[in-house]
């Protein structure tokens, strides 16, 4: 019964090959849904994690900086830098807002520098240098080939224009383009005198991250610390939890489909054989083996879909940025592995009428002219 | 030609059902995908214009609403006050604060109003009332499970939930709050001692006299308070919607186009499968005289006729949809009947049914009839 089951599905290629390529695509939407969401979370992420601290400091309330706002007076960097386990302390001015490059509106975090302050700059350039001057600033190197603004054009931040001399990298994502711009200029646009954003703040060797922040949510009044990887974590959670409920909805939708297209197929697949399986019950075949093996067709059609999907994730994916660099994905084997599980349900799902329809089957029409 | 594709359809109706659900389906998925696109754009513009003014003010070289900072000085609303035209200058400020409860972080825009600029309708209990009444966002509510009269902490000052209303844009969830408000949350709460640092004032929304010319209330008001740049509600909702397309149409665009792929993959697919289950049938009809065009056209014709059938089900389905995710996740509008989305998503059927009907071409040819006179 299971050869013929094989045999059967493998008779019709040109079907299968369709079938196949139909659910994969169901599953390819699901999966560049997650990647989306995942590739610009972990964008969303890129400037803290390269920044790396021992420890993030930052205004009570706030825990993270995806769409944060948090001002800390200066004199509470000199309080932390006096600290015995403290080595460094870096301060950061930072916002976030619409900029206007060119033609285009992005949405854009706006990092300020100190001029000593090189440890919280870019962590890798294509072109040109770093900001050294007022009125210069550092943007992503793919947000220049998006917008065609280039080495010594000006960009505007509220009122204030810019000039670009460099060019970053790994600093782009839809979602929050970094650019660099002098402290000073930003505490302009902000009316923020005499605040901070952010402190990074480099422990001593041997000093524990965590016991540290704690030192500092202690000591020093009205700031949040918090270790780095928890900082990461908190700013990744956010960004993912924006996108959890359409990535959920996304897959119900989709795997539907795929349901719909297996079930199509099958059932296409089992009327067109339909005198073969009624001679296969007239042989004596049961029911619930008749009905195991059109489960199995399915559950092979949704494997290749899957595979499909998979190569696809894999192959395809991770070469789309170089079409369209604005996109930044992230495929995670997780959620391959979730879609797995889901492909499973669809298999089933998907028999469900033709697995039917077969159990109806007179076993006499094997004998009809 | 049409009467024979009904029959064909009409002879095995699970399977015609199965086909029109699985085609029926993927116009949803295209309805949906391209909903979701245009409800973004939509949840942008009307967060603005839903603001009931005339013109707005912004910080001047901000020209955004969403997702801007902007922010003016105190007397700016005194001097755009004193321009001709100018009736009042209702001020409006923007909080966008990470709402954080049992470690489920969202981020929230809070509107804080005063006159002019509240919620546009409250869906659930009642307008702000006290200095501590917040209105929130239905996502928001729904997310964290929150009811009226529930406390809503933002930082460590408690807000109380007074009313429910639904206006959400990029992602966020918005919530209304009145200056009272606004002030005890700077007085009362942790972040007190960085209050100055806050933008205070980040809008004023313009009224003016009735009858003004809009656009010339426009120019004075720039040229007398060079503070700010001032905006029609419907400039800054377009400029809000071109920043929107930046970040979602590479997106979306690669959505959609995985979308259409699999909906042509999916008709063709049918198609291809009921034309090489009835070869015999086609060979009977070509030894009876039938040209290689009138098959063609048989299944042009069925093909169009089963998309006539899908499409009814794809919009019900895209309806049951958009009524689920509007149950689930309230913070995305997916508007499937905007003119645009429905055109081109009617027009792409079309095409993926002509398109689809050229696939088994080959196999139409293959038909010979010599079949029609062999054993089954």
């Not at chain 1, 059109?294 to 290749?304: F, G, N, P, R």
């Not at chain 2, 509510?141 to 209303?165: C, M, N, P, W």
């Not at chain 2, 009921?274 to 039938?290: E, I, P, Q, Y």
Request: negative net charge; charged residues 15%.
């Amino acid at each position: 019964m299971f050869t013929w089951a094989w045999k059967s599905l493998f008779s019709q290629r040109s079907t299968l090959l369709g079938s196949s390529l139909g659910i994969a695509g169901a599953f390819i939407l699901v999966i560049f849904f997650d990647a989306v969401f995942r590739g610009e979370s972990e964008q969303i992420v890129a400037y803290p994690e390269h920044m790396k601290p021992d420890v993030w400091v930052m205004q009570v309330g706030v825990g993270n900086m995806h769409m944060a706002m948090s001002y800390v007076w200066d004199w509470k960097m000199d309080v932390i830098a006096r600290m015995p386990e403290v080595e460094k302390v870096t301060p950061i001015l930072y916002f976030a807002s619409v900029i206007n490059a060119g033609e285009e509106k992005l949405f854009a975090f706006v990092v300020g520098l100190l001029p000593d302050a090189d440890r919280a700059g870019p962590w890798a350039m294509t072109a040109g240098r770093k900001i050294q001057n007022p009125g210069e600033a550092v943007i992503p190197d793919v947000l220049s080939e998006i917008t065609g603004i280039g080495m010594g054009d000006s960009l505007k931040i509220t009122d204030h224009s810019f000039k670009v001399v460099g060019l970053s990298h790994g600093t782009y994502s839809s979602a929050n383009s970094v650019i660099f711009v002098p402290f000073a200029e930003l505490e302009d646009i902000l009316s923020s005198a005499g605040t901070y954003s952010y402190l990074l703040v480099d422990a001593k060797d041997g000093v524990d991250a965590k016991a540290l922040a704690a030192r500092i949510r202690n000591q020093v009044e009205k700031v949040n610390a918090l270790p780095h990887d928890e900082f990461i974590h908190n700013d990744f959670s956010l960004a993912m939890q924006m996108g959890v409920e359409i990535i959920f909805i996304m897959t119900v939708i989709c795997s539907a489909l795929a349901a719909l297209i297996v079930g199509f197929t099958a059932y296409t697949l089992v009327s067109r054989k339909q005198r073969e399986l009624a001679i296969i019950k007239a042989l004596g075949a049961g029911r619930g083996t008749v009905m195991i093996a059109v489960v199995m067709q399915s559950v092979i059609l949704t494997l290749m879909g899957y595979l499909v999907a998979v190569a696809f994730a894999f192959l395809v994916i991770p070469e789309v940025p170089l079409l369209a660099p604005q996109l930044t994905l992230a495929v995670s084997l997780g959620a391959i592995l979730q879609i797995g599980l889901v492909a499973i349900l669809v298999a089933i799902v998907g028999a469900v009428i033709p697995a039917w329809w077969v159990s109806r089957l007179d076993p006499a029409t094997a004998y009809q002219v | 030609m049409f009467k024979l594709a009904r029959k064909q359809l009409a002879l095995d109706l699970v399977r015609t059902s199965l086909t029109a659900f699985a085609v029926g389906a993927v116009i949803a998925v295209i309805l949906v995908l391209e909903g979701f696109e245009q409800g973004q754009y939509r949840q942008l513009e009307q967060i603005i214009l839903k603001r009931n003014a005339d013109l707005i003010a912004t910080q001047s070289g901000v020209a955004n609403f969403t997702a801007a900072r902007s922010s003016l000085p105190q007397l700016a609303r005194q001097d755009v006050e004193s321009v001709a035209g100018v009736v009042n200058a209702h001020p409006l400020t923007v909080l966008p604060i990470i709402y954080n409860k049992e470690n489920k972080l969202t981020p929230v825009y809070i509107l804080v109003y005063d006159t002019r600029g509240g919620p546009d309708s409250i869906i659930e209990g009642s307008a702000i009332r006290k200095g501590r009444d917040i209105v929130i966002d239905r996502a928001l509510a729904r997310k964290y499970g929150l009811k009226i009269g529930d406390g809503f902490v933002v930082s460590d000052f408690e807000f109380q939930i007074s009313g429910i209303t639904g206006e959400a844009a990029f992602f966020m969830p918005f919530a209304f709050v009145s200056y009272d408000g606004m002030i005890d949350l700077f007085l009362k709460s942790e972040i007190a001692p960085d209050l100055s640092t806050f933008p205070l004032l980040s809008f004023l929304l313009i009224e003016l006299e009735p009858g003004s010319d809009r656009m010339a209330i426009q120019q004075d008001i720039e040229r007398q308070v060079p503070e700010v740049d001032v905006f029609t509600p419907e400039q800054l909702a377009e400029r809000d919607v071109s920043m929107g397309r930046t970040f979602y149409r590479p997106i979306m665009g690669l959505l959609d186009t995985v979308a259409y792929v699999v909906g042509l993959l999916v008709v063709s697919l049918i198609l291809f499968a009921d034309v090489r289950s009835r070869l015999r049938s086609f060979a009977v009809m070509k030894a009876l005289g039938f040209t290689q065009r009138h098959l063609l056209l048989l299944v042009l014709a069925q093909s169009l006729m089963l998309m006539a059938l899908a499409l009814p089900i794809g919009l019900l389905l895209a309806q049951a949809l958009m009524m689920y995710i509007e149950a689930v996740a309230p913070v995305y509008l997916i508007s499937i009947y905007q003119p645009l989305v429905f055109a081109r998503t009617m027009i792409a059927s079309l095409l993926l049914a002509l398109i689809g009907a050229l696939v088994p071409l080959r196999s139409l040819r293959r038909s010979d009839p010599v079949m029609a006179f062999q054993g089954a």
